[in-house]
């Protein structure tokens, strides 16, 4: 019967050069520097309104390295909706992409009616989101009061209401304490942060204004393993990861922060070829999926960096997808790129040769550990191509860079390119 | 009668004909059939809202029946159930898909039991069954582990929106005039079956009924004592499932079942009519008739049986997960009984097929009810019966729809991204004859909030409008926040 689900007829199409899915810092930053090159531009965003997570990202922090200054969110997301309409980009919200209808077409709702966008190219910039606690596997009752970060921060900064008093903060990674500040500004108290890390994953390097008057427990090498309350939360159970005692942990709001998973559903409708480790869509150094066509950006392909990192993928991509276009951008295969544990995924996931370094000449990484000191080392069939000992550590919940010149060695014929800490 | 007094203030009736207690699927399709007639029906249930005890929480399938014990009350009614339900889903739009179930046998001794579950359809009256080999088994679900042996074909097992089936119910039967009581817990009962009626004495102040029909699923047997009987007791069995991402679906065209053993049904895969895929239940009986809560065990004990039986669901997120609790009793067959004496009739020990059932208990316990005396004059006329809104995937719903958007471009705007449900659909939910009461009830009825995302995005949108919405219905000046994000 699913034959069925189709699309009714009546339905008009735009035909932009390219189609941007996605209205945060990558897809309209993608979008400013695809119009600036002359390409007409269309960027879909299902939110009323334009800007990604920064709109309700209400603290500072954002524009460091792309506009080289600190913003709040909200002011950097609308900079950034201005700057992509001012280059002549068209940016359409409360259009939601529903599927595919071709190799570069996409099925859209609007308010106006069905739409079909037959684009040249296809720029997904989709972001990524926190895995929610059933995705976590967290049993007990199922109450109101349990959210993540996203959901909180909407309810805050673009709905203001208010939460509890008392609340847990599952994760102590740079979104955790994201969502301590917007719980403090709601009136409502951290009562525990709780982190299966023997360390909390993120400190100074990150500028989170007031963090040390936050004054945060931080409960490392736990986990929560359960939630009390039939109709509102009454509290968690906590387990201690080392002993495997239990204590319960009275709080009337859980917040469950970071897991990031992208949103890739329009990356698996269209049958990507997927990244096993970020399941992100596998994207090469010119950030083209395995779809001719189609490029990937920001946190779908990297969950999660920080918006300027992801405003930067934007950047770079524009100038291969204008070679797309004018049928230069150069092929042939890439090599594949992986990453061995502690880290559990990497990005780009391919290297093809000849397409350039990948955004902001650096590989990011994902750690599931902590290391003080990274002595990062490339190999490639057997032989070891690069050594270096960085000079930034390696923690869970951050991104971790390496240089692409480590890779600059590679033998462009040879097979698999591997990094690992020593 | 205005929705307020559904849920509100003291009883805006005292005396009834009839009084049902449970609103559950059973409880609102016997409302819906006695409100057929000329008959003042009230539907009394202690929660804010129907369907929101095991009625909300099962595993959605409508059976065939193929493997209920024959000859049996249960087996009668679900077989007349399945017919009546699939005849009046087409009617009123219940989302409704026949998907058909596969039974696979993993051991010799499984598949030696296959012949003997055949015969058994066969005496259960249902005679499309068949054998299959291994490859055919693999054929239909090409994603499950290695191993299978054989299996068992059942072409009409189906798929059910187990929310819209009992709003439906209850739609049509208070359109035909049945009142609904909400957060009307029966505490008491005196004067069972004497002059003046019945007495309930509920949360909400004193009902007399001229006849009581108990549907009160797990506190069935707690109304049967207050009318002094003891004939059984429910014992919670707690189901608990896993709901798996939407793009798991394509794993899973058909309802993948074990061969069941003296446990149960046992441990189910199934493509749900919202385009997921379900993994459960556990069967477990518990002491608390009120704890729904999932637990670690059962989390264990379903991800090992998923592990066997389909591998690559496990490689997907988990969506959702809950439980709900089966009315067990220490009796093989539903608990039904006339005392014509006290004008009373109990519906107990509708255990695990109830949702099936539901339509032929109604109509049993009518055919029960006359014989013991109830006048049944059918109306003259009765209002066409309700036109459900589509909340399944089996056909095109309105964001896919571009003559509905054309018409109305609140259909056009999608709030919750994860379900693609639209700015029309919940405006429509807060404005329908039952309104929900709460967030689980706006999720009921329209799918909001319950993707992957479980409310990253669109939580605090949704609930705004919840709120404003419940505001408006109740006349109270509240938090109007349904503009969201105007800043
Ligand atoms: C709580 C929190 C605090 C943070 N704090 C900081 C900080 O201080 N500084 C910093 O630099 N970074 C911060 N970040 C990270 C930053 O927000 C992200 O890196 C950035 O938003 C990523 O940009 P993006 O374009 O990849 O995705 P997003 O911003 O997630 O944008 C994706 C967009 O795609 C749209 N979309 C998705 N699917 C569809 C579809 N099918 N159809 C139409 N539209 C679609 C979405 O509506 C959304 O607007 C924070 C993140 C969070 C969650
Ligand atoms: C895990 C699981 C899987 C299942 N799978 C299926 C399936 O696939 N197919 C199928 O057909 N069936 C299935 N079932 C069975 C089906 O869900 C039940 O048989 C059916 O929902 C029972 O309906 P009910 O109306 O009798 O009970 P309920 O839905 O429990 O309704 C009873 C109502 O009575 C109310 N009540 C109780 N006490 C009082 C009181 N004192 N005063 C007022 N109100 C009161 C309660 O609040 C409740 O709403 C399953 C059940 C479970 C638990």
Known sequence: MSGTNGVTPDVTTETPD???????????????????????????????????????SDHTGYGLRDLRRVMNGPAYARLLVDRAAEAGARVRTSAMVTGWAGERSLDVTTPEGRIRVDARAVVLATGARERPRTARLVPGDRPPGVMNTGQLQNLVHLHHREVGTRAVIVGAELVSWSAALTLREAGCRTVLMTTAHPHAESYAAFSVPGRAVLRVPVATRTRVVRIVGHHAVEAVEVEDLATGARRTVPCDTVIFTGDWIPDHELARAAGLDLDPGSKGPLV??????????????????????????????????????????????????????????????????????????????????????????????????????????????????????????????????????????? | MNTRQMRYGPLPVENVDVAVIGGGVVGAAVARALSAYELSVALVEARADVGDGTSK??????????????????????????????????????????????????????????????????????????????????????????????????????????????????????????????????????????????????????????????????????????????RFTVTPRRGELFVFDKLARPMVNRIVLPVPSSRGKGVLVSPTIYGNVMLGPTAEDRDDRTDTSTS???????????????????????????????????????????????????????????????????????????????????????PAPPRMPNIGEAFPRPYQRADLIAGDPAYGTAVCFCERVTEGEIRDALASPIPPADIDGLRRRTRALMGRCQGFFCGAEVEGRLRAGIARESGENGDTDQTGEAQ
């Open chain 1, 18 to 56: 390219v189609a941007v899915v996605g209205a945060g810092p990558s897809g309209l930053t993608a979008a400013r520097e695809l119009a600036a090159l002359g390409l007409d531009v269309l960027v879909l965003d299902r939110e009323r309104q334009a800007g990604g997570i920064p709109r309700h």
């Open chain 1, 284 to 422: 090469d150094n010119a950030l083209r999926t395995s779809r001719p066509g189609v490029f990937a950006v920001g946190n779908l392909i990297h969950p999660v960096d920080t918006a300027d990192i992801a405003a930067l993928d934007g950047r770079h991509v524009a100038r291969h997808v204008r070679d797309y276009l004018a049928g230069v951008l150069p092929q042939g295969a890439g090599i594949p790129l992986r990453a061995e544990a502690p880290f559990t995924w990497v990005s780009p996931g391919l290297v093809r040769p000849g397409a350039g370094t990948p955004p902001r000449e650096r590989i990011l990484l994902w750690s599931a550990e902590s290391r003080p000191v990274a002595r990062v080392t490339v190999t490639q069939d057997g032989r070891r191509i690069a050594r270096r000992t960085l000079p930034w550590p390696v923690s869970p919940g951050r991104v971790f860079r390496v240089p692409s010149s480590m890779l600059s060695a590679a033998d462009p014929r040879g097979g698999p390119i591997t990094i690992a800490l020593a």
């Open chain 2, 57 to 230: 929480a099962n595993t959605a399938i409508l059976h065939t029946g193929f493997d209920a014990k024959p000859g049996t009350l249960e087996s009668r009614l679900v077989r007349r159930g399945c017919e009546l339900l699939a005849g009046y889903a087409a009617e009123t739009g219940i989302p409704v898909e026949r998907t058909g179930a596969v039974l696979v046998a993993w051991t010799e001794e499984e598949l030696a039991a296959l012949p003997g579950l055949a015969a058994k359809a066969a005496e259960n009256g249902y005679e499309r069954c068949e054998i299959v080999g291994s490859e055919e088994v693999y054929r239909q679900v090409p994603a499950l582990a290695p191993g299978a042996l054989g299996g068992l074909t059942v072409p009409d097992e189906s798929i059910i929106c187990p929310w819209t089936t009992t709003l439906a119910f209850a739609t049509e039967a208070l359109s035909r005039g049945a009142r609904l009581l909400f957060n009307t817990r029966v505490e008491g009962v005196e004067n069972a079956g004497g002059d003046g009626g019945t007495v309930l004495r509920t949360s909400r102040g004193t009902l007399r009924a001229g006849w009581v029909v108990n549907a009160a699923g797990l506190g069935s047997d707690v109304i049967d004592g207050l009318f002094g009987h003891r």
């Open chain 2, 296 to 382: 670690e065990d059962g989390f264990a004990f379903l991800l090992e049986k998923g592990r066997k039986l389909m591998p690559a669901l496990l490689e997907e997120e988990v969506t959702a997960s809950y439980a709900g609790l089966r009315a067990a009793t220490e009796h093989g067959d539903y608990q039904v009984f006339m005392d014509a004496g006290r004008r009373y009739l109990v519906l107990g020990g509708i255990r695990s097929t109830g949702l099936t059932s539901a339509m032929a208990v109604a109509e049993h316990a009518l055919g029960l009810l006359g014989e013991a005396g109830l006048r049944l004059d059918a109306k003259a006329t009765l």
